[in-house]
C-alpha cells in the first residue's frame, strides 16, 4: 500500500522508514507542502501523510478523492489546515496523533518563559565575547507569580504542572473545564478575568473560529501592562499586528511565540540566504523582548517517536477496517 508524504525532513524519512519494518508499506516523501499546487504529485496512493502547514481545503480533498486516496493521516496534533466537512461528504478517513509527547511542547514554553525572563540567550553571546557585565540581564521571580491557561487539554495540563511545580497560582480558561484540575489548585475564571490578573499568560487551545485572534487590540488591553505571552498553539490565535503595536507602547512586555500567522511561507526552511519578503515579522524580530522559535515545540526524540508509531498504527488500521489503537486520533 503506497503512502504519498507531504512536508518531509531528512528526520521524518529516517524515522518512518525505521518504523516500516513492521508494516511494509511503499513510502512516498515529497519535501513540498500539499496544496493546490501540489496535489497532483499524489499518483496511485491509498493515503497521504501530512503535517501541520499542509493546505487541505475542500479542492485539494476532492483532488485526493478523484484520485482513490482513502485516508489522510495527520501527523501532528492540531488539524484547524483540514476542511473536516469536505472529508465527510467525500468519504476520506482523517486521522491524527491527538497526543504524542504533550510534556515536549509544555516543556518547550517554560524554556521560553525562562529564555525571556532571564535573557540566557544574550548571556550566552556576552560571555563568549568576553562581556561578564550583568547590565541588562534582571530578570524576575517567576515563584510566586500569576499564570493565565488558556486550554487546559493534554499540553495545557502538562504545562500547568510545571508551572505548579515553579510556586505559580495558576489561572486558567477552557471551554471545558476540568473538575480534577481545580482540584489541584487550578482557578477557572472568564477569559476576560484570566488577561487581567495574569502575569504570564500561555495559549494552549486549539485554532477554531471562537479563537481566531483571541490575543487582539480589545483583549491585549485587558492585560497587566508588561504581560509576557507565549504562543505554542497556533500562529492565528494573535493578530500578529496588535501584538507588535502592543510591543511599542511597553504593553505587552515580553512575546515568545512558537507558532506564526504566516509561517507556511518561512518555517522548516533554512532561508539564511534570501530577502524575507514578510515585514511583519521581520519587525518581530527587531524586538529585543521577543522570542521567535520555528515551530519546534514538538520536536523531541520521544514526541517524533511517539508520532510515528501512531500514525503507522492508524494508518494499518483504518485501511484493514479496524479502530486505532489510540483514542481520538479518528477525526473523520
Ligand atoms: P487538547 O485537545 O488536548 O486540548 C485543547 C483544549 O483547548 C481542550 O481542553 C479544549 O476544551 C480547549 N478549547 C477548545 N476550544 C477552546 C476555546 N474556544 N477557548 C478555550 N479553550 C478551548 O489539545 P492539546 O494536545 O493540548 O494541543 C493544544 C494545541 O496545541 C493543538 O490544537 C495545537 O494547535 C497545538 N500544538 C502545537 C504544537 C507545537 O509544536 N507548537 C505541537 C502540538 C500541538
Known amino acids: 500500500m503506497k503512502i504519498t508524504f507531504f512536508s518531509t525532513k531528512p528526520y521524518d524519512k529516517d524515522s518512518f522508514n525505521n518504523a516500516n519494518a513492521s508494516y511494509n508499506f511503499e513510502f512516498e516523501f515529497f519535501e513540498t507542502h500539499l496544496g493546490p499546487h501540489s496535489v497532483e504529485m499524489v499518483k496511485n496512493a491509498a493515503a497521504v501523510c501530512v503535517f501541520v502547514n499542509d493546505n487541505l481545503n475542500r479542492s485539494v480533498l476532492e483532488a485526493l478523492a478523484a484520485k482513490n486516496v482513502k485516508i489522510v493521516a495527520l501527523r501532528c496534533a492540531g488539524f484547524n489546515n483540514l476542511d473536516m466537512e469536505a472529508a465527510k461528504e467525500l468519504g476520506i478517513r482523517v486521522c491524527r496523533v491527538p ?32 562581556n561578564f557585565s550583568l547590565q541588562g540581564l534582571l530578570g524576575f521571580d517567576v515563584n510566586g507569580k500569576t499564570v493565565g491557561v488558556i486550554g487546559t487539554g493534554n499540553i495545557g495540563k502538562a504545562f500547568i504542572r510545571i508551572m505548579l511545580g515553579m510556586g505559580c497560582r495558576i489561572v486558567a480558561f477552557d471551554k471545558y473545564p476540568d473538575k480534577a484540575l481545580e482540584a489541584t489548585g487550578v482557578n477557572y475564571l472568564p477569559l476576560e478575568d484570566v488577561l487581567r490578573q495574569s502575569d504570564i499568560i500561555s495559549l494552549h ?128
Do not use: W
Request: proline content about 2%; charged content about 25%.
Open 205 to 332: 487551545c486549539p485554532l477554531t473560529d471562537d479563537t481566531f485572534h483571541l490575543i487582539k487590540k480589545e483583549t491585549i488591553d485587558l492585560m497587566k501592562k508588561g504581560v509576557m505571552i507565549i504562543n505554542t498553539g497556533r500562529g492565528k490565535l494573535i493578530d500578529t499586528r496588535a501584538a507588535i503595536d502592543a510591543l511599542k507602547t511597553g504593553h505587552i512586555g515580553y512575546l515568545g511565540i512558537d507558532v506564526y500567522e504566516q509561517e507556511e511561507q518561512l518555517f522548516f526552511k533554512d532561508l539564511s540566504a534570501d530577502i524575507i519578503q514578510d515585514d511583519v515579522i521581520q519587525r518581530l524580530m527587531s524586538f529585543p523582548n521577543v522570542l521567535v522559535t520555528a515551530h519546534q515545540a514538538f520536536f523531541t526524540k520521544e514526541a517524533l517517536e511517539q508520532i510515528v508509531a501512531i500514525t503507522c498504527n492508524n494508518i494499518h488500521s483504518l485501511i484493514n477496517g479496524k479502530e486505532p489503537e489510540v483514542k481520538g486520533a479518528v477525526l473523520v
Open 99 to 130: 497526543a504524542y509527547s504533550p510534556q515536549a511542547v509544555a516543556e518547550h514554553a517554560l524554556a521560553m518563559i525562562m529564555t525571556l525572563n532571564r535573557k540566557t540567550h544574550k548571556a550566552y553571546n556576552r560571555v563568549r565575547e568576553q
